[in-house]
């Protein structure tokens, strides 16, 4: 795999549940933040204007969390080739200790963007994602 493209995050208020540390709705949003980020970073802009992605499945382990004013570093990458329209992402957030706290396994699915429709993902977008470290 490439090295892990790597995010980091603050909690805000908002994002702060009545337990007091950071509601796992927030969560989703980081993950999703951190695939969309990852695109737009690593992708060919002739890719990013012709394709978008949607989410399919998240399948999220929850291990420990942050309370504001912690901060969260976010990893994600790709382990494995796509399979016709869709590719597996992993992403895990570690906070400052260095323990991996939030993981996950996402699917997204690539759409044509001009057309809406689902599509195969091409071998030449598929490669700056894949490879080894």
């Given at each position: 795999?490439?090295?892990?493209?790597?995010?980091?995050?603050?909690?805000?208020?908002?994002?702060?549940?009545?337990?007091g540390?950071?509601?796992?709705?927030?969560?989703?949003?980081?993950?999703?933040d951190?695939?969309?980020?990852?695109?737009?970073?690593?992708?060919?802009?002739?890719?990013?204007?012709?394709?978008?992605?949607?989410?399919?499945?998240?399948?999220?382990?929850?291990?420990?969390?942050?309370?504001?004013?912690?901060g969260?570093?976010?990893?994600t990458?790709?382990?494995?080739p796509?399979?016709?329209?869709?590719?597996?992402r992993?992403?895990?957030?570690?906070?400052?200790a260095?323990?991996?706290?939030?993981?996950?396994?996402?699917?997204?699915?690539m759409?044509?963007?001009?057309?809406?429709?689902?599509?195969?993902?091409?071998?030449?977008?598929?490669?700056?994602?894949?490879?080894?470290?």
């Open positions: 795999m490439h090295t892990p493209f790597s995010r980091t995050f603050t909690p805000t208020p908002a994002d702060i549940d009545e337990l540390h950071v509601n796992n709705a927030v969560w989703v949003r980081w993950i999703q951190m695939a969309t980020s990852h695109w737009a970073a690593t992708a060919a802009p002739e890719h990013v204007d012709a394709y978008i992605w949607v989410v399919t499945r998240h399948e999220i382990d929850y291990r420990g969390n942050v309370a504001l004013g912690e969260v570093t976010g990893r990458w790709i382990e494995k796509p399979r016709g329209a869709t590719f597996d992993r992403v895990e957030f570690v906070n400052d260095g323990k991996v706290i939030v993981s996950a396994n996402t699917t997204w699915a759409l044509d963007r001009a057309s809406g429709r689902l599509m195969r993902v091409p071998a030449d977008v598929a490669a700056p994602f894949l490879g080894s470290a």
